[in-house]
């Protein structure tokens, strides 16, 4: 018998409480972590969609959008992320995605 992986521990925890943040984060990281950004991107979407107070979300899904290429999506991304952390008082959080952005040039 083969042990799950936790991309699967994930998707069956998530299809048990398909509003945690959380587990919709872990996924997307995951996601990112072995390569498919195309995925991480979907999932960090979605969870921004559900959840638009999940700040950490905005930074993940602006760095999988360039891994792919698409820059402007990236740039819209990261500013709608630099106003939730300033809404919720995360200057630190701020300060990260707009060097991300800077970076893009």
């Known amino acids: 018998m083969t042990d799950k992986s ?3 521990r994930l998707e069956e925890m998530l299809a048990q409480d398909p509003n945690d943040p959380f587990l919709r984060y872990g996924l997307a990281m995951e996601h990112a972590g072995s390569g498919a950004h195309e995925e991480a991107a979907r999932c960090l979407r979605e969870l921004i969609r559900l959840h638009p107070d999940y700040v950490p979300a905005y ?5 999988a ?8 999506e990236a740039r819209e991304v990261l500013r709608a992320g630099i106003a939730a952390a300033l809404a919720k008082g995360d200057g630190h959080a701020a300060g990260e ?4 952005l800077d970076s893009i040039g």
Do not use: I, Y
């Open 59 to 63: 930074f993940h899904a602006g760095k």
């Open 6 to 8: 936790r991309r699967q």
């Open 97 to 100: 995605m707009e060097q991300l």
């Open 65 to 72: 959008l360039l891994e792919l290429g698409r820059d402007g």
